[in-house]
């Protein structure tokens, strides 16, 4: 009597085994010729060219990426939609979920069976998958990964072989495998069968399940790019690597996302956390859903009030995006996408809430809609809340990031902390604040949208973009992000720059590096195609000590203006067994590097990298689109010339020659370029162009010109 009992309890749960099994059998297979046959043949080949060495070096053969493959993951996105689709289509249709609701089950456990049944077909093939390729691994006598890149796929640093890739071992790394699969196909399935509560119709059901997915990181960047749009100084720049997390969608496809399972697995914990309680919700909307909602597009009355106004939002601050894109400075263009984009996004919600063209009966809500979204649209433009006009209190800062000071190209780790340098950063915030109109006229006129402007033409070269964030004593921060013309904040940015911290923040690489751990220096002279390495490890010292004397006294003309010409680049190369895949520092060797200088011409690299003017008989310069021609023959002029050049061919030359001569317009256009050919003393040309910013046209003129 129990046993008949129990097994009509279930008699759900296997009812949809058996109608389902197909699927699931289709499911493996279709894991099992991206995988595990994959993954065979993979290996199958790199036996064969191994050879007698197989054996030596199988236990740590590399494990291809064909694990991880984004291919793979699309099949696991789509199945366990398709099983959450079809394991609860009853819900959508009157006569299936009548006949399910009259059967003597709780709907509970109806809902647990199926729930449980869909899981199952999904799991199962992912377990006797991965069951096959630990199987083939053990066939070839594979126990040991290794990752070819461990900047993205290793392990946390501390456990890294600083001898080479990381080798982990085969179980771990399966382990990892079924971990990251069971979770997201199951997350996927789950949130399918959550959608499947909220609506009748098994078309917006699966509509909706792949929007929802990607909402949360959606809605992220609409706001913040709206907030960009609508707040002064608000930053635009995007952490990718933070809120792809949002959308489980994003980061599953993002074959690069599962590194976090060796180091930190907080996201795929919440994810976990997440679908446990959409199971909870669910079994409660189950419970709760009406008969009459078969056929509907939405369940319930709630339901249609959030998408209708859900949708209205994300459609008129999509239409402001899009629309604002067409004038990026308008803020007329801007309100204007929000209407558009409000409206339609309404009117469409509507007719799908109700299945009905009527949408002009239920106006009203249009109107509270839009009365309320353009209240708050214009209470943050109005910055009711001082955002725009904020400069933290000194005493409340330990340390202020100013990315002018970041000459490295990497993310700053750190910044000011001296008081001193904390009010100066204050006094320029302050005062980019104040000079909001002026700023953003600048702007207007660099972007070529408003060609009249009062400012006059703006010299690309000086506008910059300028991220100051605060680092509060509570640890939180205060980011903005203002793009400025540099010469209108000189005052403030130069004893800035010149204070010795500055300084040690903006080298902050060279002067942390120890030379033991680099291979060699290549100096690039760019100019003239010249270069030198260096590698003996004294000079290296040397050549590191010099350096650091020099960037302590680089100039603010030279490092933020570009007033100083660029000699050559120097590029530090670490040693394998230090950073295998480690980055190459870059570092620019400007004319004013005295110390450096000095240090090359002791070991005689000087000759090798650089152009004696002494060498030089003429340096013919010529101006584009213009017929002037000038010969330089002033040992002075050459030399500076040499450092403003880069290297052409006698075609660019020629080509440049041919160009039609309209001086005038050139020159009121700024399209003059100067370029020429260096003729050396024992007869041989060089085809150069020269530096075209406009501080070293202006400074080529001035010198030519120069009586």
Not at 35 to 48: D, G, H, I, N
Not at 66 to 72: A, R, Y
Not at 383 to 412: C, H, I, R, W
Request: hydrophobic fraction near 45%; proline fraction near 3%.
């Amino acid at each position: 009597m129990t046993s008949g009992t129990s097994s009509r309890k279930w008699v759900v749960f296997k009812s949809a085994l058996k109608r389902f099994k197909w699927l699931s059998i289709l499911y493996g297979v279709a894991l099992f010729l991206e995988v595990p046959l994959l993954l065979w043949m993979e290996l199958s080949k790199q036996k064969s060219l191994q050879g007698n060495l197989w054996t030596e070096v199988a236990n740590k053969s590399f494990v291809p990426q064909i694990l991880f493959h984004p291919i793979e993951h699309f099949v696991n996105i789509i199945v366990p939609v398709i099983f959450g689709l079809i394991l609860f289509h009853y819900l959508q249709t009157d006569r299936a979920s009548t006949f399910f609701h009259s059967l003597p089950i709780k709907r509970a456990s109806h809902y647990c069976q199926n729930l449980f049944a869909g899981l199952t077909l999904i799991w199962l093939p992912i377990l006797i998958n991965g069951l096959l390729i630990y199987v083939i691994f053990a066939a070839f006598g594979v126990t040991e990964g290794q990752w070819y890149d461990p900047n993205v796929y290793g392990p946390a640093m501390e456990q890294m072989n600083s001898n080479g890739p990381n080798i982990i071992p085969v179980w771990q790394v399966m382990a990892y495998w079924l971990f990251l699969n069971l979770l997201m196909t199951g997350l996927f399935y789950v949130f399918t069968v959550f959608i499947g509560m909220l609506t009748g119709n098994v078309l917006l059901q699966g509509a909706l399940t792949f929007i929802g997915l990607f909402l949360p990181l959606g809605l992220y960047l609409l706001i913040k790019f709206n907030l960009w749009k609508l707040l002064y100084g608000f930053p635009r720049e995007i952490n990718g690597r933070n809120i792809e997390w949002l959308s489980p969608l994003v980061s599953y496809l993002n074959n690069q996302n599962y590194r976090l399972l060796f180091t930190d697995m907080t996201w795929y914990v919440w994810y976990l956390v997440i679908a446990v309680l959409l199971c909870v919700i669910s079994i409660y909307l189950y419970k709760r859903r009406p008969a009459e909602a078969a056929g509907e597009t939405l369940a319930a009355d709630w339901i249609r009030w959030i998408f209708k106004y859900g949708v209205a939002v994300c459609a008129a601050l999509t239409g402001g995006l899009y629309f604002s894109s067409l004038n990026e400075r308008s803020i007329g263009v801007l309100y204007l996408g929000y209407f558009i984009g409000a409206v339609l996004g309404y009117i469409v919600a509507d007719m799908i809430a109700y299945k009905s063209f009527h949408f002009y009966k239920r106006w009203k809500g249009m109107a509270v809609f839009a009365a309320i979204f353009f209240l708050v649209i214009f209470s943050v433009k109005l910055d009711l809340v001082g955002y725009e006009k904020y400069v933290p209190d000194q005493s409340g800062v330990k340390e202020v990031f100013l990315s002018t000071l970041n000459m490295e190209g990497l993310m700053a780790t750190e910044g000011l902390t001296g008081q001193d340098n904390i009010e100066k950063v204050r006094q320029l915030h302050r005062q980019i604040i104040k000079m909001e109109k002026e700023n953003k006229v600048r702007e207007q006129a660099f972007y070529g949208q408003q060609m009249n402007s009062a400012v006059g033409p703006v010299d690309p070269m000086r506008m910059r973009s300028v991220d100051i964030t605060y680092v509060l004593d509570s640890g939180e921060k205060v980011q903005r992000t203002y793009y400025i013309d540099m010469y209108l904040y000189r005052e403030f940015l130069y004893p800035i720059f010149n204070s010795q911290e500055a300084k040690q923040v903006m080298y902050g690489r060279l002067f942390k590096m120890d030379a033991g751990k680099i291979d060699q220096l290549n100096v690039n002279n760019h100019h003239l195609g010249k270069n030198i390495r260096i590698y003996k490890r004294t000079e290296i010292e040397e050549a590191l000590t010099a350096l650091r004397k020099d960037v302590l006294k680089v100039s603010y003309e030279a490092a933020m203006e570009g007033k100083v010409a660029t000699r050559a680049i120097i590029e530090f190369i670490p040693t394998k067994d230090t950073e295998p895949n480690g980055p190459v520092y870059n570092l620019n060797y400007y004319a004013e590097f005295k110390n450096f200088e000095a240090f090359l011409a002791k070991y005689g690299y000087l000759e090798e990298l650089f152009l004696d003017p002494a060498d030089v008989s003429t340096i013919i310069v010529k101006k584009t689109r213009s017929g002037e021609t000038m010969e330089v023959k002033d040992k002075k002029k050459i030399k500076v010339l040499l450092d403003w050049c880069s290297l052409e061919d006698e075609n660019a030359f020629m080509a440049r020659q041919k160009q039609p001569v309209n001086g005038k317009m050139a020159e009121y256009y700024g399209q003059v370029e100067y370029y020429g050919k260096i003729v050396k003393k024992d007869g041989s040309v060089i085809y150069v162009g020269f530096d075209s910013s406009p501080f070293a046209r202006q400074l080529i003129y001035k010198m030519l010109n120069r009586s």
